[in-house]
């Protein structure tokens, strides 16, 4: 049981859909609230797929390339850190997505990269290999789960605590994340 809180609260932290309410919220402005509730349901469904599929057939393709998993924790973790580096000082390291007005397309913009980005890729692959994928799945479920009902209550989270409130909390999920990027980087190096 502390394994799969464990993996829920680091894909919760890499996946951080609170960075995602102000993306979510432009790109179905025009929306109802039924199609905003839609949009919320196929984004986080779309982030679990991929995650769920990342994390059953990465270790595969880590053997197929002949990659230890070490070798993955050391790199995921330093790729994590970045990330980590990236939401505390709000420092852009990637191209901007452009704005697409279909919501076929904010949905996978909002799915895929925003909650699950490679980031989150890269820790369900790590998690998968300390505590097992059951657990890591189940664990997956659960933070898109998470992150359907904070899309779905993009708007009174938004109004309630800001911009500002938004930029706090994903600059102390960024400390988060950089935290558990060490350990991953620790555990790599067998430390």
Do not use: W
Request: with cysteine; proline share 4%; hydrophobic share 55%.
């Amino acid at each position: 049981m502390q394994h799969l809180i464990e993996a829920i609260i680091a894909l919760f932290i890499i996946t951080d859909p609170f960075s995602s309410i102000p993306a979510f919220l432009s790109l179905t402005a025009k929306m109802t609230n039924q199609e905003r509730t839609n949009a919320a349901m196929t984004a986080s469904f779309v982030a679990g797929g991929v995650l769920v599929g990342f994390t059953l057939l990465g270790p595969a393709l880590l053997s197929i390339l002949g990659i230890q998993l070490r070798s993955f924790q050391i790199a995921g973790g330093i790729l994590l850190l970045l990330m980590g580096v990236q939401f505390s000082f709000g420092l852009h390291f990637e191209r901007e997505e452009t704005k697409k007005k279909k919501m076929e397309a904010a949905v996978v913009l909002i799915g895929v990269p925003l909650i699950c980005g490679p980031g989150a890729m890269t820790t369900a692959l790590l998690l998968s290999g300390s505590f097992g994928v059951p657990t890591v799945l189940l664990a997956a479920i659960s933070a898109t789960v998470i992150a359907y009902f904070i899309l779905r209550l993009a708007n009174p989270i938004h109004s309630i605590i800001g911009p500002r409130g938004l930029d706090i909390t994903s600059r102390l999920i960024g400390i988060l994340l950089a935290a558990i990027a060490v350990e991953f980087i620790l555990a790599g190096l067998g430390i």
